[in-house]
């Protein structure tokens, strides 16, 4: 093609380097800017090291602690690396920078050294497979673990965008929140996760008991926690599925010796049958919430949203989209787009009345 006369001029025009002159102090300051924030996240990161934050550094289970310890390694094997690369690059150009006086001529070319080249070649070749080795062994260790006798099952479903948990061996069904006992190391009690998808595809993620483990649609997929201390472990679904991907968030709570039984005891029973909450009661079994929700002792038997049975024993809303208060509860059922837009909850258009009988009832639903 024919370059025209002003495409021409506009091409033989230098690059502008002024402007990357002129704005390196900004470049500064804002690499500055970059550096301080990295440093207060890692700082943050290794500091609050309790449970409640989502948080790589602080690994509290035995695959989480293989994956952060063989993590560790490569980053200790990269810095070293990097600290002789640029030591000598910095060596380098300040002993051998130009000085006054200099002849402006091209110092001597040097090609070819077999010494050098071998140890270029060798080292960087070891060192790749040491952490290959160092890899298949984190890799067998976690995948090759077999179950306790007194491991618990559970399955995880992901949904678009909540979880559905189900122990199957103790009739138990709940939502958002995971519920496992506390693992002593003398007396592992592991659980060992089956994991389903019923639409699209997910990723099981709680950075301070375990790695990722994809959630895929007609596909089984297994991994396993064993958390060492009592409390709340928070993950979320780390594969991108949908508008409120960022919204399916998961609790992990971790019961101390004894408290679990307790827990699954109060599950196992079947939803609140509140005389004083009868109105909102009928309101909920003759709307469409029975095609989605299911409360055991009821009619309601949906299973495209959560189980409600025991609703108001969970922390959060809409898989951690606001904290489970009556306010938010009230809000949710209002209309839940204005919580978690995108989402398969519709408005029910109920009046303010109905509305209020309602949410009495679901707060019954303990
Ligand atoms: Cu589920 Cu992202």
Redesign the pocket.
């Known amino acids: 093609m024919e370059l025209t006369e002003a495409t021409r001029k506009e091409c033989s025009k230098k690059p502008a380097m002024g402007f990357f002159i002129q704005s390196s102090r900004a470049l500064f300051a804002r690499a500055l800017f970059l550096y301080l924030v990295f440093a207060l996240t890692v700082s943050t990161a290794f500091a609050d090291g309790a449970s409640g934050v989502t948080n790589i550094f602080k690994p509290d289970g035995t695959p989480a602690r293989g994956i952060s310890n063989f993590a560790m390694l490569v980053l200790a094997v990269c810095a070293v690396i990097f600290a002789i690369v640029m030591g000598l690059l910095v060596y380098t150009v300040i002993r051998f920078r130009r000085r006054r006086g200099d002849d402006k001529n091209e110092p001597p070319q040097v090609y070819g050294s077999n010494q050098i080249e071998l140890a270029w070649t060798v080292i960087p070749i070891l060192i790749v497979f040491v952490l290959s080795l160092v890899t298949a062994r984190t890799i067998a260790e976690i995948q090759n673990a077999t179950p306790p006798p007194k491991a618990l099952q559970a399955t995880v479903v992901?949904h678009q965008?909540w979880w559905e948990i189900r122990y199957p061996d103790l009739g138990v069904v709940t939502a958002n929140e995971l519920h496992i006992p506390v693992s002593d190391p003398a007396q592992p009690r592991p659980t060992f996760l089956k994991l389903e998808s019923a639409d699209v595809a997910?990723?099981f993620w709680v950075p301070q008991l375990a790695g990722k483990t994809d959630v895929i649609p007609n596909r089984d997929n297994r991994m396993w926690i064993d958390a060492m201390t009592p409390g709340t472990y928070l993950g979320n679904?780390a594969?991108?599925?949908g508008t409120q991907?960022a919204r399916?968030l998961i609790r992990v709570i971790v019961h101390p010796p004894g408290e679990f039984e307790k827990w699954v005891a109060a599950q196992q029973g079947a939803g609140a049958n509140d005389i004083q909450a009868k109105g909102g009661r009928d309101i909920f079994l003759s709307n469409s919430c029975v095609n989605c929700h299911t409360v055991r002792g009821t009619e309601a038997n949906g299973k495209f949203g959560p189980d409600l049975t025991h609703l108001m024993s969970r922390e959060t809303l809409g898989s951690g989209a606001a904290l489970n208060t009556p306010e938010k509860l009230r809000a949710w059922v209002r209309n839940p787009q204005n919580l978690k837009q995108g989402c398969y909850m519709p408005d029910m258009q109920l009046t303010d009345e109905e509305m209020d009988q309602l949410v009495r009832y679901l707060l019954t639903l303990n």
């Open positions: 992901g965008w997910h990723s679904c594969e991108y599925c991907h399916m």
